[in-house]
């Protein structure tokens, strides 16, 4: 199996190096999480269980060995055994006591001389280490040899009144005995781990199917609702994490059926749109063929009604186009420090013409000059759409007014006109493409109602945010805010 260096699987909220593509399976994933779990639970378990049976077997032996040696001890003393070792009572408990526990006894006198061994090796020499010298000290010294596999128990012998050390009893002891239980033990926990094992792996088969249930309920429905074959919701409610997922499906669900709906109606809306102007100059092309002999006046009436509906679908497709570069979420912006006041200048100066037609007053207030990082040709788009629908939507002898003011984070655009007005029930529409409040009236004015779409992607794109504000019959309030300075994402 080869290891892409990097790369992690995530099993159950733990990173793993990269493994196979079929452990990428949630029960998969359980069923070997769960399986390594108890397999190092059961060595664990089988390390503490035999270390602390081979700790407390160690520990009871050598308190009996220090007890046998406490009493033989007192009876040395009592028989002078130190200075005449031929008693046979004596003798006889020291070689019980030797055969007892599968070890070895030695006596020692003060002079550090042997003058007893069970094994009737070293009798009548002299020893000397650090045991046998901390016992003519009056300590009892115990030592566990886990290597060898022995318990060394050294015990001084003491006078009657205990106050002088007279001799000193080593006794070394096998413990055999104690690993050949502990391997004992060890191959039935071994067995016992197997056991546990399996029967683990099983549940863990039997839990993560039970698991991950729920999850393959959500993605035949998932793939039923792709298919077309459901129209209904998510209701998976095993646990809190398959709802709080439902939950969020549901809620993308009904985000991707309204975008669905809302490109159905853009591209009826569109097609609508371009038809209307292409119908008028059919109807216009075949009247002009109708009659032959139509006079010239005829004609170019004609024809400006045909220029007409050309310019209109010239318009449009520019502001079609205009849109599918303002989609691209500012992958096209051309961001620098423009002079705010003279942009907002530059766009009332030519569409002052436009509201002089109708006698509408444009007035400009500024409070105090301003410099932001802007795209000046998506802004001037924006700006220049607001201010058209102002004046194109107000009655004659209105006027509009544009205010421009800003503090230390943000600049604010006011565009505020007298005219008709939108309904309160229109408002949270008049940004959707193609929407219109009074359809008849957008056609005669000309208007193509992307306008507004085309102004909120433009100030969307400078990370800002527009508003509006209207009565019906009292006039409509654009405000625009957008930061100074340019924020990246």
């Not at 991707?256 to 097609?271: G, K, T």
């Not at 051309?334 to 030519?350: A, F, M, S, Y």
Request: charged share 25%.
């Amino acid at each position: 199996m080869s290891i892409r260096s990097g790369e992690l699987v995530t099993i159950l909220g733990v990173k793993w190096n990269f493994v196979p593509k079929f452990i990428k399976s949630l029960q998969v994933r359980i069923v070997l999480l769960l399986s390594i779990c108890t397999v190092l639970s059961c060595l664990f378990m089988k390390g503490v269980v035999l270390e602390s049976y081979t700790q407390r077997t160690v520990s009871v032996r050598t308190a009996e060995i220090q007890n046998q040696c406490t009493i033989l001890s007192n009876q040395l003393i009592s028989s002078n055994y130190l200075e005449d070792t031929d008693s046979e009572i004596i003798n006889a408990e020291l070689s019980q006591l030797s055969n007892t526990y599968n070890g070895r006894v030695v006596v020692i006198d003060d002079e550090f001389r042997i003058v007893r061994d069970t094994y009737n090796l070293q009798e009548g020499k002299t020893i000397i280490s650090e045991d046998v010298v901390k016992c003519f000290r009056g300590e009892q010294v115990s030592r566990y040899d886990e290597v060898n596999r022995y318990i060394e128990v050294a015990t001084p012998v003491k006078s009657e009144d205990g106050k002088t050390v007279l001799g000193m009893m080593l006794v070394s002891v096998s413990t055999d005995s104690i690993r050949d239980n502990v391997q004992v033990l060890e191959s039935r926990a071994e067995i016992a781990a197997v056991t546990i094992s399996v029967i683990c792996v099983i549940l863990a088969v039997f839990i993560g199917k039970l698991l991950v249930h729920p999850l393959n309920r959500m993605s035949r429905s998932i793939q039923e609702m792709e298919g077309g074959y459901r129209d209904n919701y998510l209701h998976e409610n095993a646990y809190n994490e398959t709802k709080e997922i439902s939950d969020a499906f549901n809620k993308l669900w009904d985000r991707y059926r309204m975008l669905d709906a809302s490109r159905e109606e853009f591209v009826a809306n569109v097609s609508h749109e371009l038809k209307t102007p292409l119908t008028s100059m059919k109807v216009l092309a075949d009247s002009l063929l109708a009659q032959p002999d139509a006079p010239v006046e005829l004609y170019q009436e004609f024809m400006g009604d045909l220029s007409e509906e050309i310019e209109r679908e010239n318009k449009i497709i520019n502001d079609l186009l205009e849109l599918v570069k303002l989609d691209k979420k500012g992958a096209n912006l051309h961001i620098g420090v423009t002079n705010i006041n003279d942009l907002v200048e530059r766009i009332l100066k030519r569409l002052r013409p436009l509201a002089k037609r109708r006698n509408i007053e444009l007035v400009f207030e500024s409070f105090r000059p301003v410099m932001a990082e802007v795209d000046d040709v998506k802004l001037t788009l924006a700006v220049t759409n607001l201010v058209e629908n102002a004046i194109k939507y107000n009655k004659d002898d209105g006027s509009v007014q544009v205010a421009l003011n800003a503090d230390h984070k943000y600049f604010y655009l006011k565009v505020a006109d007298t005219g008709i007005g939108i309904p309160k029930e229109d408002t949270e529409h008049i940004f959707e493409r193609f929407y219109r409040v009074d359809k008849s009236h957008s056609r005669e004015i000309g208007g193509t109602g992307l306008g507004l779409s085309i102004a909120r992607n433009a100030v969307i794109m400078h990370r800002g945010a527009i508003k509006v504000y209207s009565e019906p019959g009292e006039g409509t309030t654009f405000t625009v805010r957008i930061p100074l300075t340019y924020i990246t994402k």
